[in-house]
């Protein structure tokens, strides 16, 4: 049952009870008297009560969080329009240099949040295309929607809660289980309507690059950015009369940035395309209402450095992607060829031109048991030889206790082992590598199948995450373990055994998807262009 209470005093209140003794969700009726009281989207919700007599423990937990953001709301009470927030991280607004005018820049806002480094990266991966390929004529805003536009904690806060929620695995798995069911996926639609709809509106409207007009297309790179910002397309295009998703005529389009798995969050029927990289989001697309024709497939949009077949505009970007491709073994350059470009990148970066070299990665922040898993690992390659016969590279990003500690470890006389933190050229360090070991990030294992890198991973986030481990076993190119000692051996396997390298090598090749940003990139700029171009047609008759 759901009663709806709608006052107009000062305290005005929307009451929501659900009371179903077999189940979560409330029934169709309960959303037709929920859809029909009146003022929901104007007043404050100041309670969301649940009787539920079979609740699992993990969605106990959602529905405690989840009900104590209205309460927080009463301390901060926005006002009408005025939702924006300082943040210490400044709107990211990239203007792509033009001589063109105003009228002829097309422009785009790509809506994301910083919860993990992909999503981010991906936007990047996203403008950087526009600008290789239509230079001059696209304008990207990237912004972090929650963080400088969410109203109050924990909306404004989600980058901190997943790190939290990352280090605890378990509290993410009960988040992400109870979001996907049918009770979860409507209240987080529900709150999201309630109380972020005024500001994400102002997102979205403002005025992006050298314009003085909002984005001609929104693109969403996040999975909690697809009901809500489509509502208020709607709105914005139809000058207030409705909130329903079909009568927007902006362009919207979703770029899932997950591999093996995604959360159902990702898959709105209402969007113009949405491009997902694998076999299994495709199919997960389908079953989430999707029709064929809005599905395009061509794999994850990756970070410049690892785009083969862009030819650069400068001949040392040349000669860098002549290098990338031949160490691919692409462009006709022969394997004698590939190993001496390999050789040569390992100097420049201060290793040893001639050892086999495994690369260790633990992220952007370093997560995942880098220390053990390091530590294992360079034991079991520095006590097979006494001289050098290998190479380890470790990567801790923003974790300087693992670096410091790892920087500190006396090594066996069989390896050499080169500690860096944060680096911006990831795209070097795996092309200079022969294998790598990692957590599970679907934009790291795409970047290392470009690479041909086999690949050990050592853990995932529940979820999203977990089926990126299928996705690479039954490749060919790569397992998983999270014991540190059986990383060490399966590794130093790995590394003893050419045969077993090349095969794997081969394998990860034939998985990566090199010009997937690219393609992207070219799909979107039709449907932005025609767009465009179909408006400028109408607004001439």
Do not use: W
């Given at each position: 049952?759901?009663?709806?209470?709608?006052?107009?005093?000062k305290k005005d209140a929307v009451t929501l009870e659900c009371q179903h003794p077999d189940q979560i969700t409330p029934s169709p009726q309960d959303w037709s008297n929920l859809q029909n009281c009146q003022g929901l989207h104007h007043k404050s919700v100041l309670l969301v009560v649940m009787h539920v007599r079979s609740l699992s423990v993990a969605r106990i937990l959602w529905a405690l969080v989840l009900c104590t953001v209205p309460l927080l709301s009463l301390s901060f009470a926005p006002g009408s329009g005025n939702f924006r927030r300082t943040s210490k991280r400044s709107l990211e607004l990239v203007r792509i240099a033009s001589s063109s005018s105003s009228d002829d820049v097309c422009t785009v806002?790509?809506?994301?949040?910083?919860?993990?480094?992909?999503?981010?990266?991906s936007a990047n991966a996203i403008r950087d295309a526009f600008d290789v390929l239509y230079p001059g004529k696209f304008e990207c805003d990237i912004v972090d929607i929650y963080t400088e536009y969410g109203p109050f904690w924990p909306l404004n806060a989600y980058p901190q809660m997943y790190k939290i929620m990352a280090e605890y695995s378990f509290l993410w798995e009960s988040f992400y289980v109870f979001g996907e069911t049918d009770f979860g996926l409507w209240l987080n639609e529900f709150l999201l309507d309630v109380f972020c709809f005024g500001p994400f509106k102002e997102c979205l409207k403002r005025p992006i690059g050298s314009t003085s007009k909002r984005a001609d297309m929104v693109v969403s790179v996040h999975p909690l950015c697809q009901d809500t910002p489509l509502k208020i397309l709607a709105e914005l295009d139809s000058n207030g009369a409705s909130r329903n998703p079909n009568a927007r005529k902006t362009p919207f389009v979703t770029v899932v940035t997950d591999l093996g798995g995604a959360h159902k969050t990702w898959f709105n029927k209402n969007v113009d395309k949405c491009f997902v990289p694998s076999d299994v989001l495709y199919q997960k697309a389908?079953?989430?209402?999707?029709a064929a024709s809005q599905i395009a497939q061509y794999g994850l949009p990756i970070r410049k450095g690892f785009w083969a077949s862009v030819e650069e505009e400068n001949s040392s970007q040349r000669q860098k992607s002549r290098r990338f491709m031949g160490m691919l073994g692409r462009g006709g350059d022969s394997s004698t060829s590939s190993a001496s470009q390999k050789q040569n990148l390992r100097s420049e970066l201060g290793l040893d031109g001639h050892l086999p070299t495994v690369l260790v990665v633990g992220g952007g922040d370093g997560m995942g048991g880098l220390v053990d898993i390091a530590s294992a690992l360079g034991k079991s390659l520095g006590e097979r030889n006494q001289a050098p016969a290998y190479q380890m590279v470790v990567i801790c990003g923003s974790n300087e206790n693992a670096r410091n500690k790892l920087s500190s470890t006396d090594w066996g006389p069989g390896v050499k082992v080169f500690v860096q933190g944060f680096v911006k050229n990831m795209d070097e360090w795996m092309n200079a590598s022969d294998a790598l070991v990692t957590k599970a990030g679907p934009g790291t294992i795409a970047e290392a199948s470009i690479c041909g890198l086999p690949c050990m991973l050592f853990a995932y986030l529940p979820g999203q995450?977990?089926?990126?481990?299928?996705?690479?076993?039954?490749?060919?190119?790569?397992?998983y373990s999270d014991r540190p000692e059986e990383i060490a051996k399966t590794v130093s396997s790995w590394l003893a055994s050419p045969e077993t390298m090349q095969a794997m090598k081969s394998a990860a090749l034939q998985a990566s998807r090199p010009a997937a940003t690219l393609d992207i990139a070219k799909e979107l700029a039709e449907i932005a262009l025609s767009t465009k171009q179909e408006k400028a047609v109408v607004a001439a008759g």
């Open positions: 049952m759901v009663r709806c209470r709608h006052e107009k005093s806002q790509i809506l994301m949040s910083d919860t993990g480094g992909g999503h981010r990266a389908q079953s989430r209402g999707l995450e977990e089926g990126n481990v299928p996705y690479v076993e039954e490749a060919g190119f790569g397992k």
